[in-house]
């Protein structure tokens, strides 16, 4: 018989995660995951599932019953919301600024959509002119769009993409991955149909849980096309007659059966992931608009010491998220190699970028837990050293004494 493979006990080195996320997760958050199980239908957990709802509720600031937690990555929840609410052959107009939105393209591709999308030049947003133009072009009968695309940096506004689609009876759904947590969303007030987030970035849980909200409207559509597993099936249900939801992990009926009065048994609820995901939102919402703030001062610090260090800021500043910063790569510096300096001498993390901004934007994230001065500043100091290593000269010191300014103003 063969040793088995053994290894040390985990030992993570210890990092500041100043990516756009997963980020250095909030102590208390950790303190929340390590409380013991519970049965999911224990009266104690129950209780905990309706208290999570409550607050999601208010992070969205929804009224929408249906605010709950899909488990799973953030990507889960926007595969939960656009295969429940696509039914083959829909039309559904996705606006592409980065990424994320060729992620929304594919998904809903996969659920049968027709797509069709229209594309901005990464690091800009669209006007609501041209939202509408496409709107009345292609006449969707959903429109899905990213609210923050953390891959440029730029966050969309919603509300009179909103407007505009509760006008023409079109649904509209938003993914808020980076943004919940660190900028208002105002889920009722800009009329936005549904929304879907994660923990790992402005909310400082890990990742592996997704908070998602969506209003009757959607609901409605959604139980027009709910089908129950033949093993649970309640005496007497009928299946409703829209086509059935093509995943059963992500169908949106049956889960809301189950987060819902009904209580119907679905998957295990990932308990230590509910009590991080509770813990997450019931930390933001005791700090309150204070913690947007909090962002919003971390960025403008962040940005005047890049730019007194001779460093340029990616995208259109005025609809930048607070929450990451692209830095342009100066000509002739070895963009990998400051990053790798960046983690292995000073223990700090900052993003690479995809697709047409590889290796030629850095994202700095400034999220959540990690979005304070004293990480602000460090940053700053080791970026500044890296860069001088790699041969670019910035003016020593100048990052810092600019990010020190910009705090001191605010
Ligand atoms: C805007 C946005 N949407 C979706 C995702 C996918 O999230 P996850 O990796 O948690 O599935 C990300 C991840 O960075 C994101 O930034």
Redesign the pocket.
């Known amino acids: 018989m063969s040793t088995p493979e053994v290894f040390a006990e985990l030992d993570p080195p210890p990092r500041l995660l100043m990516g756009?996320?997963p980020v250095g997760v909030d102590p208390r958050v950790l303190r929340a995951m390590s409380m013991p199980m519970l049965g999911q239908f224990d009266p104690a957990f129950t209780a905990y599932m309706n208290e999570t709802m409550v607050l999601l509720r208010q992070i969205y600031r929804t009224k929408n019953q249906w605010s709950f937690l899909i488990d799973?990555?953030?990507?889960?929840g926007?595969e939960t919301m656009l295969v429940s609410m696509i039914s083959p052959g829909d039309k559904v107009l996705v606006p592409i600024f980065g990424r994320?939105g060729h992620?929304l393209t594919e998904i809903a591709g996969r659920c049968g959509a027709e797509v069709v999308s229209i594309e901005r030049e990464w690091g800009t947003v669209f006007t609501p002119d041209e939202i509408e133009d496409a709107i009345k072009k292609h006449k969707p009968r959903i429109v899905a769009v990213?609210?923050?695309?953390?891959?440029t940096t730029m966050a969309q506004p919603l509300a009179e993409i909103g407007a505009m689609c509760r006008a023409r009876d079109i649904l509209l759904y938003s993914?808020a991955?980076?943004t919940l947590g660190g900028m208002a969303i105002e889920t009722d007030r800009w009329q936005v149909d549904a929304m879907s987030s994660?923990l790992?970035?402005c909310l400082s849980g890990p990742?592996g849980s997704?908070p998602i909200t969506f209003n009757e409207r959607v609901a409605d559509l959604v139980n027009g096309r709910k089908h129950l597993e033949a093993g649970i099936k309640p005496p007497g249900f009928v299946d409703a007659n829209g086509p059935r939801i093509p995943s059963n992990y992500f169908d949106l009926a049956m889960l809301m059966d189950y987060w819902g009065p009904n209580r119907l048994n679905h998957h295990t609820e990932a308990t230590s992931m509910l009590y991080a995901a509770r813990e997450s939102v019931r930390i933001a919402l005791m700090e309150g608009d204070a913690r947007f703030v909090r962002h919003q001062r971390a960025s403008d610090a962040l940005c005047a010491g890049l730019q007194a260090m001779g460093l340029t800021i990616f995208g259109d500043q005025k609809n930048k998220m607070p929450n990451v910063t692209g830095v342009v790569i100066p000509n002739g510096v070895n963009a990998d190699g400051v990053r790798t300096m960046m983690l292995n001498d000073f223990g700090i993390e900052i993003g690479t970028s995809f697709g047409p901004l590889h290796g030629k934007i850095w994202r700095i994230g400034t999220m959540g837990y990690v979005c304070r001065k004293e990480n602000v500043l460090t940053c700053l100091a080791a970026l500044d050293a890296c860069l001088r290593h790699f041969g670019f000269k910035a003016p020593p010191g100048a990052g810092v004494d600019a990010a020190l300014a910009s705090y001191s103003k605010a």
């Open positions: 756009p996320g799973g990555t953030a990507r889960a926007v994320f992620l990213v609210h923050g695309d953390t891959s993914d991955t980076a994660g790992q970035k990742p997704s």
